[in-house]
């Protein structure tokens, strides 16, 4: 069984930045990608950013700036860092990724989400 487990949400004030934290638990092998949506409230989940096993990131568009992606392979485990931070980025933030288990192959998982709320 493989699961991905988001730490690091919570209440920031505005121009703060925070660090969110997800780890594959399970007998992983081998990430193709991991990665970090958000869905604000009313709002669909969109794409932050990905980065694949090797370690090579992928951006969207507007999170480019303030977003950074990055990957701890050997604790199967990757980082979100956010500066910056606005009320509109006031959202669950996921974790995603395709990841392959020793015994059932290539799973793609979704983690719980955790809460990131920027508020003065």
């Known amino acids: 069984q493989v699961q991905l487990v988001e730490t690091g949400g919570g209440l920031v004030q505005p121009g703060g930045s925070l660090r969110l934290s997800c780890a594959a638990s399970?007998?992983?092998?081998?990430?193709?990608?991991m990665g970090w949506y958000r869905q604000a409230p009313g709002k669909q989940r969109t794409l932050v950013a990905t980065?694949?096993?090797?370690?090579?990131?992928n951006y969207a568009d507007s999170m480019r700036e303030r977003f950074t992606i990055s990957i701890d392979g050997a604790k199967k485990t990757i980082y979100l860092e956010v500066s910056s931070l606005k009320p509109e980025d006031t959202a669950v933030y996921y974790c995603?990724?395709?990841?392959?288990?020793?015994?059932?192959?290539?799973?793609?998982?979704w983690g719980q989400g955790t809460q990131v709320t920027v508020s003065s």
């Open positions: 995603t990724g395709r990841l392959r288990h020793r015994v059932s192959g290539w799973l793609e998982r």
């Open positions: 980065i694949t096993g090797h370690g090579v990131p």
């Open positions: 399970g007998s992983v092998d081998i990430i193709n990608y």
